[in-house]
């Protein structure tokens, strides 16, 4: 028997979430599309490079955990409750393969991460508050902005960074299908004002999680 649960429990396990991601506690339920993908010899530009970009990406995950947390808490169905936790858990794959990828290069996420997740539960607690159509059009919103950002960053890794390459590859086929779920789903039209919010975020977030 599921056990209905509290404002209280949802505050929690919001809470824990929040904390597992920002503390880097993130499992993989699928393989590293980088496993098979061959090492390359890199110049320390290169390098430094292709770690800035994977450390955007990282902190574009950690911002996907936070906006479907925020939206499955505030949903205002139990399906679309379950919808979000789902895209959520397929979400963490892509968290835990960009935290492996900045291991490899020798690199660290963003201390900037707690300001990042803040910022994006606020925006998925506004979306969701305004209904649930209204919260699926936030995610096409979401997603056709992060797959194009994820399409830049195929432009510019290094060509022979194919680890890299293949971990953005497979994370940008994921956010198309994610976004087309959302919209066969019934998602209306993002407002103007969140659609200004969130890119804003986005142009703060890829102008200093690169660095730091």
């Known amino acids: 028997m599921n056990r209905h649960h509290t404002p209280l429990d949802q505050f929690i396990c919001s809470a824990d979430k929040a904390l597992r991601v920002l503390a880097g506690v993130a499992s993989a339920s699928r393989p590293t599309p980088a496993a098979h993908a061959a090492d390359a010899e890199m110049t320390e530009k290169e390098h430094k490079h292709s770690a800035g970009l994977m450390r955007v990406n990282h902190v574009g995950e950690v911002m996907a955990q936070a906006l479907y947390n925020s939206q499955a808490r505030f949903a205002k169905s139990e399906n679309m409750r379950q919808a979000f936790q789902h895209a959520s ?5 892509h968290l835990a393969w960009t935290a492996q990828r900045l291991s490899e290069l020798g690199s660290q996420p963003s201390v900037l991460n707690p300001l990042f997740y803040a910022g994006a539960y606020a ?11 209204q919260s699926l059009g936030f995610v096409v919103e979401t997603e056709a ?3 194009a950002h994820l399409a830049s960053h195929l432009d510019r890794l290094p060509p022979q960074d194919a680890k890299s390459r293949a971990i953005v590859e497979q994370m940008r086929v994921d956010e198309i299908a994610h976004g087309k779920a959302a919209q066969d789903m019934g998602a209306t039209s993002t407002p103007l004002p969140i659609k200004l919010a969130m890119k804003g975020m986005s142009k703060l977030m890829t102008s200093t999680a690169y660095y730091i």
């Open 89 to 93: 858990r397929e979400e963490e794959d």
């Open 145 to 147: 902005q992060v797959e």
């Open 123 to 133: 925006l998925g607690t506004a979306a969701a508050l305004v209904g649930d159509k």
